[in-house]
């Protein structure tokens, strides 16, 4: 299994902008297709976006879509989140994960980082 860690969280007023960092180690990265995911407390962990192995084609949830761009640089073995024009019902605890293919389900992701939390609040 590949290890991820996640940074880059933070508290930031409503309208400003993170970037949520992911980076693997034990297997390369470019072998997985790479996902991010958030989940509130009280709610069900809900789908963000991910990007294919080879950054060729990415998906994202009807939450963050036009607001959040994911990407990759698989030499740096490290996933990024671009999120901007938050919104305080953006906060949540951020994981990233990684699969065998490009899927929106979390019970398709097998590795998973501990998490990162994302408070937005003016």
């Known amino acids: 299994q590949v290890q991820l860690v996640e940074s880059g969280g933070g508290l930031v007023q409503p309208g400003g902008s993170l970037r949520l960092s992911c980076v693997a180690s034990?297997?390369?990265?470019?072998?997985?297709?790479m996902g991010w995911f958030r989940q509130a407390p009280g709610k069900e962990r809900e789908f963000v976006a991910a990007?294919?192995?080879?950054?060729?084609?990415?998906i994202y949830g009807d939450s963050v879509k036009g607001r959040s761009t994911i990407s990759r640089d698989n030499a740096k073995n490290t996933v990024y989140l671009q999120m901007d024009s938050l919104k305080p019902e953006d906060t949540a605890v951020y994981y990233c994960?990684?699969?065998?293919?490009?899927?929106?389900?979390?019970?398709?992701?097998?590795?998973w980082g501990q998490g990162t939390q994302v408070t937005v609040s003016s």
């Open positions: 034990g297997r390369t990265l470019s072998n997985y297709a």
């Open positions: 994960a990684a699969s065998q293919f490009l899927f929106t389900t979390p019970k398709a992701y097998n590795s």
């Open positions: 990007i294919r192995w080879s950054g060729s084609s990415t």
